[in-house]
């Protein structure tokens, strides 16, 4: 059997606690929330294809992170961390094409089983490292592939100063502060008595970059040439 555990509200760390798991949460939204928006985009791109209707799946963002919020709530109370929906599963259904639900219905079944049942646990582990590390290298890389197709597909600008400020800062604390310091976390001094060994990067990189993207929306830049050339054409035709 796994091991739960109920939450316990006593001790010296437990706002340190409270606090980190919540911030971990919120840097799941935006993760959350690209992962509906890229599995909608090879969904519907699947049924054009097939001469299918399009499902839309994108519409449920709103439902999608109701469910996840449960999911949170439920697995803080049985001991577990902050959870989301995976983006190496949206890689294996772009690779596969396999969109169905029951497959995935049976997916998450078996994940069940294998946290129950340790000797079907070991026998995932006989399958040879250079195969899952093979397997993780073309999983992780198409979640950045799938993030390309889906700037490509609602032509995203990478020209535009806003998008490049937003994505550079995100990669590089996400990316460069997982990488570069021990555990992942940022030795800033800032909020040291929450996060006594520092920041963790990935959820600062996600806040920091809804931060940068709310100052731009609250202080909007002057429009560049282009955008009034862009502007002035439109108001000719």
Request: glycine residues 12%; charged residues 10%; proline residues 5%.
């Amino acid at each position: 059997m796994p091991h739960f555990t109920f939450p316990s509200f006593s001790g010296a760390l437990v706002g340190t606690a409270i606090f980190s798991i919540s911030v971990m949460a919120i840097a799941t939204i935006p993760e959350s929330t690209a992962h509906l928006y890229q599995i909608s985009l090879y969904v519907d791109r699947f049924a054009r294809d097939t001469g299918r209707e399009t499902y839309e799946l994108d519409k449920n963002i709103g439902f999608n992170l109701i469910l996840d919020g449960m999911d949170d709530t439920l697995k803080g109370l049985l001991g577990a961390t902050a959870g989301t929906n995976y983006g190496e599963n949206n890689s294996l259904m772009a690779i596969t094409r396999n969109y169905s639900g029951p497959a995935l219905v049976a997916a998450g079944v078996i994940a069940i089983l294998l946290g129950f049942v340790g000797k079907l646990a070991g026998l995932v582990q006989t399958v040879p490292l250079a195969v899952s590390g093979g397997l993780a290298i073309y999983l992780f890389g198409v979640i950045g592939m799938q993030g390309i197709a889906l700037m490509q597909e609602h032509k995203v600008s990478m020209f535009d100063p806003r998008n490049l400020a937003v994505g550079a800062t995100i990669m590089v604390v996400g990316i460069g502060g997982n990488i570069g310091y021990e555990g992942g976390f940022l030795p800033i001094p800032i909020l040291q008595g929450l996060f006594p060994s520092g920041l963790p990067a990935i959820a600062t990189a996600a806040v920091l970059g809804i931060i940068i993207n709310a100052v731009f929306l609250i202080f909007k830049p002057p429009m560049a040439e282009t955008e009034v050339l862009d502007e002035a054409v439109t108001a000719a035709d």
